[in-house]
Protein backbone atom coordinates (compact mmCIF):
# COMPACT_ATOMS: atom_id res chain seq x y z
CA UNK A 1 0.00 0.00 0.00
CA UNK A 2 1.31 2.87 -0.23
CA UNK A 3 -0.36 4.58 2.62
CA UNK A 4 0.07 3.79 6.42
CA UNK A 5 -3.11 2.61 7.94
CA UNK A 6 -3.08 3.89 11.55
CA UNK A 7 -4.88 2.33 14.85
CA UNK A 8 -7.32 5.63 14.58
CA UNK A 9 -7.51 5.70 11.00
CA UNK A 10 -9.12 1.73 11.69
CA UNK A 11 -11.33 2.59 14.37
CA UNK A 12 -12.43 5.14 11.23
CA UNK A 13 -12.69 2.75 8.97
CA UNK A 14 -15.19 0.29 11.26
CA UNK A 15 -17.43 3.59 11.80
CA UNK A 16 -17.63 3.00 7.79
CA UNK A 17 -19.47 -0.17 8.14
CA UNK A 18 -21.34 0.98 11.18
CA UNK A 19 -21.92 4.82 10.21
CA UNK A 20 -20.56 6.18 13.90
CA UNK A 21 -22.56 9.37 14.76
CA UNK A 22 -20.25 12.49 14.66
CA UNK A 23 -21.76 15.87 15.16
CA UNK A 24 -24.27 17.45 16.63
CA UNK A 25 -25.87 14.66 18.67
CA UNK A 26 -26.01 11.14 17.37
CA UNK A 27 -29.78 10.95 17.66
CA UNK A 28 -30.19 7.44 17.18
CA UNK A 29 -32.02 6.29 13.70
CA UNK A 30 -33.78 8.51 11.57
CA UNK A 31 -34.27 11.88 13.10
CA UNK A 32 -35.46 13.14 16.17
CA UNK A 33 -38.47 16.00 15.61
CA UNK A 34 -37.90 18.33 12.86
CA UNK A 35 -33.92 17.27 13.45
CA UNK A 36 -32.38 16.31 10.02
CA UNK A 37 -30.73 13.52 10.22
CA UNK A 38 -27.53 13.12 7.19
CA UNK A 39 -25.52 9.94 6.36
CA UNK A 40 -22.15 11.59 5.20
CA UNK A 41 -19.98 8.70 3.25
CA UNK A 42 -16.23 10.33 2.64
CA UNK A 43 -13.46 9.29 0.28
CA UNK A 44 -10.82 9.25 2.63
CA UNK A 45 -8.50 11.16 4.73
CA UNK A 46 -5.56 10.76 2.02
CA UNK A 47 -4.76 14.36 1.95
CA UNK A 48 -4.36 17.52 3.92
CA UNK A 49 -7.79 18.79 1.22
CA UNK A 50 -9.37 16.29 2.30
CA UNK A 51 -8.89 16.64 6.40
CA UNK A 52 -9.90 20.12 5.55
CA UNK A 53 -13.20 19.07 3.49
CA UNK A 54 -13.67 16.74 6.41
CA UNK A 55 -14.08 19.15 9.47
CA UNK A 56 -15.83 21.70 7.23
CA UNK A 57 -18.27 18.95 6.88
CA UNK A 58 -18.47 18.21 10.59
CA UNK A 59 -18.38 21.61 11.96
CA UNK A 60 -20.88 23.14 9.53
CA UNK A 61 -23.19 20.29 10.72
CA UNK A 62 -23.27 20.69 14.05
CA UNK A 63 -23.47 24.68 13.57
CA UNK A 64 -26.45 23.90 11.17
CA UNK A 65 -27.97 21.89 13.90
CA UNK A 66 -27.93 18.70 11.76
CA UNK A 67 -27.10 15.09 13.13
CA UNK A 68 -24.49 13.88 11.07
CA UNK A 69 -23.83 10.29 10.89
CA UNK A 70 -19.98 10.37 9.25
CA UNK A 71 -18.32 7.28 7.60
CA UNK A 72 -14.40 7.01 6.15
CA UNK A 73 -14.31 4.87 3.18
CA UNK A 74 -10.28 4.86 3.10
CA UNK A 75 -10.54 5.37 -0.50
CA UNK A 76 -12.51 2.22 -1.27
CA UNK A 77 -15.55 2.23 -3.31
CA UNK A 78 -17.11 -0.98 -1.46
CA UNK A 79 -16.80 0.50 1.90
CA UNK A 80 -18.83 3.64 0.50
CA UNK A 81 -21.83 1.43 -0.53
CA UNK A 82 -21.92 -0.69 2.62
CA UNK A 83 -22.03 2.95 4.47
CA UNK A 84 -24.53 4.21 2.28
CA UNK A 85 -26.27 0.54 2.59
CA UNK A 86 -26.30 1.70 6.80
CA UNK A 87 -27.40 5.00 5.99
CA UNK A 88 -30.53 3.64 4.07
CA UNK A 89 -31.32 1.08 6.64
CA UNK A 90 -31.03 4.00 9.64
CA UNK A 91 -33.74 5.95 7.24
CA UNK A 92 -31.60 9.17 7.70
CA UNK A 93 -33.24 11.87 6.49
CA UNK A 94 -30.20 12.64 3.19
CA UNK A 95 -27.66 11.08 1.96
CA UNK A 96 -24.43 13.50 0.99
CA UNK A 97 -20.96 11.78 -0.38
CA UNK A 98 -17.93 12.36 -2.01
CA UNK A 99 -17.17 9.52 -4.87
CA UNK A 100 -14.09 7.58 -4.31
CA UNK A 101 -14.31 6.68 -8.33
CA UNK A 102 -17.01 7.81 -10.85
CA UNK A 103 -18.65 5.03 -11.62
CA UNK A 104 -20.82 1.83 -10.40
CA UNK A 105 -23.11 3.79 -8.25
CA UNK A 106 -26.37 2.72 -9.78
CA UNK A 107 -27.82 -0.10 -7.90
CA UNK A 108 -27.16 1.71 -4.69
CA UNK A 109 -28.31 5.03 -5.19
CA UNK A 110 -31.17 3.58 -6.77
CA UNK A 111 -31.82 2.02 -3.39
CA UNK A 112 -31.78 5.56 -2.05
CA UNK A 113 -34.21 6.86 -4.34
CA UNK A 114 -37.14 3.98 -3.79
CA UNK A 115 -36.51 4.90 0.04
CA UNK A 116 -37.32 8.39 -0.77
CA UNK A 117 -33.90 9.57 0.63
CA UNK A 118 -32.87 12.60 -1.34
CA UNK A 119 -28.85 11.97 -2.04
CA UNK A 120 -26.36 15.63 -2.48
CA UNK A 121 -22.73 14.72 -4.50
CA UNK A 122 -19.84 16.69 -2.75
CA UNK A 123 -16.52 17.44 -4.23
CA UNK A 124 -16.86 14.77 -6.74
CA UNK A 125 -19.30 13.83 -9.61
CA UNK A 126 -20.33 10.31 -10.87
CA UNK A 127 -20.39 8.65 -14.21
CA UNK A 128 -24.29 7.74 -14.59
CA UNK A 129 -26.62 8.12 -17.55
CA UNK A 130 -29.63 8.61 -14.63
CA UNK A 131 -29.60 11.75 -13.18
CA UNK A 132 -32.48 11.44 -11.17
CA UNK A 133 -29.97 9.34 -8.41
CA UNK A 134 -29.25 12.29 -7.03
CA UNK A 135 -30.65 15.74 -6.43
CA UNK A 136 -27.59 18.20 -6.74
CA UNK A 137 -23.43 17.89 -7.10
CA UNK A 138 -21.56 20.48 -4.99
CA UNK A 139 -17.93 21.14 -5.88
CA UNK A 140 -15.51 22.58 -8.01
CA UNK A 141 -15.07 22.16 -12.02
CA UNK A 142 -12.02 19.79 -12.16
CA UNK A 143 -11.85 20.34 -16.34
CA UNK A 144 -11.34 23.97 -15.39
CA UNK A 145 -8.93 23.41 -12.44
CA UNK A 146 -6.92 21.70 -15.45
CA UNK A 147 -6.75 24.52 -17.67
CA UNK A 148 -6.01 26.91 -14.89
CA UNK A 149 -2.37 24.68 -14.56
CA UNK A 150 -2.20 23.78 -18.51
CA UNK A 151 -2.43 27.83 -19.45
CA UNK A 152 0.37 28.27 -16.79
CA UNK A 153 2.30 25.72 -18.46
CA UNK A 154 1.78 26.76 -21.65
CA UNK A 155 2.60 30.96 -20.74
CA UNK A 156 5.74 29.72 -19.31
CA UNK A 157 7.17 27.12 -21.11
CA UNK A 158 10.28 27.91 -22.99
CA UNK A 159 11.32 25.71 -25.96
CA UNK A 160 10.96 21.86 -25.77
CA UNK A 161 9.45 20.92 -22.41
CA UNK A 162 9.31 17.42 -21.01
CA UNK A 163 6.47 16.88 -18.16
CA UNK A 164 6.01 14.23 -16.01
CA UNK A 165 2.25 14.14 -14.11
CA UNK A 166 1.80 12.49 -11.33
CA UNK A 167 -2.28 11.85 -11.20
CA UNK A 168 -5.01 11.25 -8.51
CA UNK A 169 -6.59 8.05 -7.62
CA UNK A 170 -7.53 5.80 -10.92
CA UNK A 171 -10.71 6.18 -12.15
CA UNK A 172 -11.47 9.28 -10.01
CA UNK A 173 -13.48 11.99 -11.53
CA UNK A 174 -10.90 15.41 -10.05
CA UNK A 175 -7.61 12.36 -11.69
CA UNK A 176 -9.93 12.42 -14.99
CA UNK A 177 -10.58 15.90 -15.33
CA UNK A 178 -8.01 17.44 -14.28
CA UNK A 179 -5.71 15.51 -16.73
CA UNK A 180 -7.87 16.25 -19.54
CA UNK A 181 -8.21 20.28 -18.85
CA UNK A 182 -4.45 20.22 -18.86
CA UNK A 183 -4.03 18.16 -21.76
CA UNK A 184 -6.44 20.18 -23.75
CA UNK A 185 -4.48 23.33 -22.77
CA UNK A 186 -0.53 22.07 -23.51
CA UNK A 187 -2.18 20.72 -26.84
CA UNK A 188 -1.61 24.29 -28.39
CA UNK A 189 2.42 23.77 -28.09
CA UNK A 190 3.41 20.59 -29.46
CA UNK A 191 7.13 21.07 -27.74
CA UNK A 192 5.42 20.48 -24.42
CA UNK A 193 5.49 16.61 -23.91
CA UNK A 194 4.28 14.42 -20.94
CA UNK A 195 6.54 11.99 -21.15
CA UNK A 196 5.67 9.89 -17.81
CA UNK A 197 2.11 9.66 -16.05
CA UNK A 198 1.04 7.26 -13.06
CA UNK A 199 -0.96 7.61 -10.08
CA UNK A 200 0.05 8.64 -6.56
CA UNK A 201 -3.57 8.05 -5.28
CA UNK A 202 -3.41 11.39 -3.74
CA UNK A 203 -1.06 10.82 -1.41
CA UNK A 204 2.60 12.30 -0.32
CA UNK A 205 3.42 8.85 0.31
CA UNK A 206 2.20 8.15 -3.09
CA UNK A 207 3.86 11.19 -5.15
CA UNK A 208 7.40 10.71 -3.80
CA UNK A 209 7.26 6.62 -4.84
CA UNK A 210 6.22 7.58 -8.42
CA UNK A 211 8.08 10.40 -8.75
CA UNK A 212 11.53 8.10 -7.75
CA UNK A 213 10.62 6.08 -10.54
CA UNK A 214 10.14 8.20 -12.81
CA UNK A 215 13.85 10.28 -12.18
CA UNK A 216 15.25 6.86 -12.67
CA UNK A 217 13.32 6.16 -15.72
CA UNK A 218 13.24 9.53 -17.69
CA UNK A 219 16.71 11.32 -18.62
CA UNK A 220 15.28 15.14 -18.84
CA UNK A 221 12.39 16.12 -16.30
CA UNK A 222 11.42 19.70 -16.33
CA UNK A 223 8.09 19.77 -15.30
CA UNK A 224 5.69 18.34 -12.44
CA UNK A 225 1.89 18.14 -12.69
CA UNK A 226 0.64 16.97 -9.59
CA UNK A 227 -2.87 16.53 -9.28
CA UNK A 228 -3.18 17.76 -5.63
CA UNK A 229 -0.26 19.17 -3.00
CA UNK A 230 0.69 16.68 -1.42
CA UNK A 231 2.01 14.54 -4.48
CA UNK A 232 3.66 17.44 -5.84
CA UNK A 233 5.34 17.59 -1.83
CA UNK A 234 6.03 14.15 -2.06
CA UNK A 235 7.65 14.66 -5.22
CA UNK A 236 9.75 17.38 -3.61
CA UNK A 237 11.03 15.03 -1.41
CA UNK A 238 12.13 12.71 -3.95
CA UNK A 239 13.81 15.58 -6.18
CA UNK A 240 15.70 16.63 -3.24
CA UNK A 241 16.97 13.28 -2.06
CA UNK A 242 17.61 13.23 -6.02
CA UNK A 243 20.37 16.24 -5.81
CA UNK A 244 17.96 18.84 -7.55
CA UNK A 245 16.80 21.82 -6.29
CA UNK A 246 12.84 21.80 -7.02
CA UNK A 247 11.38 24.98 -8.35
CA UNK A 248 14.62 25.26 -10.10
CA UNK A 249 15.81 22.08 -11.39
CA UNK A 250 12.14 20.82 -12.19
CA UNK A 251 9.10 22.87 -12.26
CA UNK A 252 6.19 21.77 -10.40
CA UNK A 253 2.32 22.76 -10.60
CA UNK A 254 -0.61 21.42 -8.33
CA UNK A 255 -4.05 21.62 -7.46
CA UNK A 256 -5.31 22.48 -4.08
CA UNK A 257 -4.12 25.40 -2.37
CA UNK A 258 -3.89 23.68 1.23
CA UNK A 259 -1.32 25.15 3.78
CA UNK A 260 1.48 22.79 3.17
CA UNK A 261 1.28 23.39 -0.56
CA UNK A 262 1.06 27.29 -0.35
CA UNK A 263 4.35 27.33 2.42
CA UNK A 264 6.07 25.44 -0.14
CA UNK A 265 5.05 27.96 -2.89
CA UNK A 266 5.75 31.18 -0.88
CA UNK A 267 9.41 29.01 -0.49
CA UNK A 268 9.78 29.11 -4.18
CA UNK A 269 9.56 25.28 -3.85
CA UNK A 270 6.23 24.59 -5.72
CA UNK A 271 6.10 26.92 -8.93
CA UNK A 272 2.18 27.24 -9.29
CA UNK A 273 -1.08 25.99 -7.53
CA UNK A 274 -4.31 25.76 -9.21
CA UNK A 275 -6.99 26.33 -6.29
CA UNK A 276 -9.40 23.99 -5.15
CA UNK A 277 -11.53 24.74 -1.92
CA UNK A 278 -12.34 21.96 0.92
CA UNK A 279 -14.70 24.88 2.58
CA UNK A 280 -17.73 22.83 0.99
CA UNK A 281 -19.76 21.90 4.82
CA UNK A 282 -22.05 25.49 4.81
CA UNK A 283 -23.35 24.75 1.42
CA UNK A 284 -23.82 21.74 1.78
CA UNK A 285 -26.05 22.10 4.98
CA UNK A 286 -27.99 24.94 3.18
CA UNK A 287 -28.28 22.25 0.21
CA UNK A 288 -29.91 19.39 2.81
CA UNK A 289 -32.22 21.62 4.05
CA UNK A 290 -33.56 22.61 0.72
CA UNK A 291 -33.53 18.74 -0.10
CA UNK A 292 -35.34 17.49 2.75
CA UNK A 293 -38.09 20.31 2.53
CA UNK A 294 -38.41 18.80 -1.03
CA UNK A 295 -37.63 22.64 -2.67
CA UNK A 296 -35.64 22.55 -5.60
CA UNK A 297 -31.99 23.38 -6.05
CA UNK A 298 -29.57 23.54 -9.22
CA UNK A 299 -27.94 20.55 -10.29
CA UNK A 300 -24.69 21.65 -10.35
CA UNK A 301 -23.33 24.05 -7.88
CA UNK A 302 -19.67 25.49 -8.47
CA UNK A 303 -17.20 26.91 -5.84
CA UNK A 304 -15.81 30.09 -6.34
CA UNK A 305 -11.86 29.35 -7.02
CA UNK A 306 -8.36 31.03 -7.98
CA UNK A 307 -4.88 30.49 -8.55
CA UNK A 308 -1.48 31.34 -6.59
CA UNK A 309 2.00 32.49 -8.08
CA UNK A 310 4.58 32.76 -5.22
CA UNK A 311 4.14 36.32 -4.08
CA UNK A 312 0.13 35.80 -4.04
CA UNK A 313 0.70 32.75 -1.68
CA UNK A 314 3.05 35.01 0.59
CA UNK A 315 -0.16 37.56 0.94
CA UNK A 316 -2.63 34.58 1.03
CA UNK A 317 -0.80 32.36 3.69
CA UNK A 318 -1.30 34.74 7.45
CA UNK A 319 -5.75 34.20 6.86
CA UNK A 320 -5.28 30.80 5.76
CA UNK A 321 -8.15 28.75 6.80
CA UNK A 322 -7.32 25.14 5.85
Not at 135 to 153: C, H, N, P, Q, Y
Not at 264 to 290: D, F, H, R, S, T
Request: charged residues 25%.
Amino acid sequence: MLKKITTAASVIALCALTACGSGSGGAGTGSSGDTITMGFAQVGAESGWRTANTKSVQDEAKAAGIDLKFSDAQQKQENQIKAIRSYIQQKVKVIAFSPVVETGWDTVLLEAKRANIPVILTDRSIDSDDKSLYKTFLGSDFVEEGRKAGDWMVANATGPTNVVELQGTTGAAPAIDRKKGFEEKIASKPDIKIVASQTGDFTRSGGKQVMEAFLKSQPKIDVVYAHNDDMGLGAIEAIKAAGKVPGKDIKIITVDAVKDGMTALAGGEINYIVECNPLLGKQLMELAKKVVKGEEVPARVVTEEGTFTQEQAKAALPQRQY
